[in-house]
């Protein structure tokens, strides 16, 4: 008799970060979520949308952003590539050559509490700290979260954050 071993499926909660400043800004991030939610995992919750300046850039778009949790089986490395290819079939067009206006850009922010640091991904994002963009509407979702790095809580890190631009909170989705 062969007795076959089922592997138990681990549960990993993340949260990501979605921005557009190209097209239809809304509806890449409605399509990005949806996908997201039918090819990468369950979404149980996410943030309002906020129209934020370019960071690390100059362009005539304002971005929207948002942050989503996430319940996913796949692995970091799985997820990264899930995102790429979501990326790309929302037109986004890497260049390679800094940042620069997207249709979609949607980053891991934290991988459960770890701390994953690979070749093309490292997380906590580095620059979460640096960026209220990110930080305002992942405060909205998870305030109490404590990031492994620093182990300040979301709520600490929008206080402590240096970046003062101009944010405008917008309805949900």
Same mark, same amino acid.
């Given at each position: 008799?062969?007795?076959?071993?089922?592997?138990?499926?681990?549960?990993?909660?993340?949260?990501?970060?979605?921005?557009?400043? /190209?097209?239809?800004?809304?509806? #890449?991030?409605?399509?990005?979520?949806?996908?997201?939610?039918?090819?990468?995992?369950?979404?149980?919750?996410? %943030?309002?949308?906020?129209?934020?300046?370019?960071?690390?850039?100059? !362009?005539?778009? !304002?971005?929207?952003?948002?942050? /989503? /949790?996430?319940?996913?089986? $796949?692995?970091?490395?799985?997820?990264?590539?899930?995102?790429? %290819?979501?990326?790309?079939?929302?037109?986004?067009?890497?260049?390679?050559?800094? #940042? !620069?206006?997207?249709?979609?850009?949607?980053?891991? $922010? #934290?991988?459960?509490?770890?701390?994953?640091?690979?070749?093309?991904?490292?997380?906590?994002?580095? $620059?979460?700290?640096?960026?209220?963009?990110?930080?305002?509407? /992942?405060?909205?979702?998870?305030?109490?979260?404590?990031?492994?790095?620093?182990?300040?809580?979301?709520?600490?890190?929008?206080?402590?954050?240096?970046?003062?631009?101009?944010?405008?909170? $917008?309805?949900?989705?």
């Amino acid at each position: 008799m062969n007795i076959i071993k089922q592997e138990k499926s681990v549960v990993n909660e993340v949260f990501l970060s979605l921005g557009s400043n /190209l097209g239809n800004r809304t509806e #890449y991030l409605r399509r990005a979520i949806h996908i997201l939610g039918t090819e990468a995992g369950e979404i149980v919750s996410s %943030s309002s949308v906020w129209e934020t300046a370019p960071w690390g850039f100059e !362009s005539d778009n !304002s971005f929207l952003n948002m942050a /989503l /949790l996430l319940i996913t089986d $796949l692995s970091p490395a799985v997820m990264l590539a899930k995102i790429h %290819s979501i990326e790309k079939d929302l037109g986004r067009e890497r260049t390679g050559e800094g #940042y !620069s206006s997207r249709t979609i850009d949607i980053d891991i $922010l #934290y991988w459960n509490n770890e701390i994953i640091s690979t070749e093309g991904l490292n997380i906590p994002h580095p $620059l979460i700290r640096e960026r209220m963009f990110v930080l305002a509407p /992942l405060n909205e979702i998870a305030a109490d979260f404590r990031d492994p790095v620093s182990g300040q809580t979301v709520a600490e890190m929008v206080f402590n954050c240096t970046d003062k631009a101009n944010l405008e909170r $917008l309805a949900t989705l």
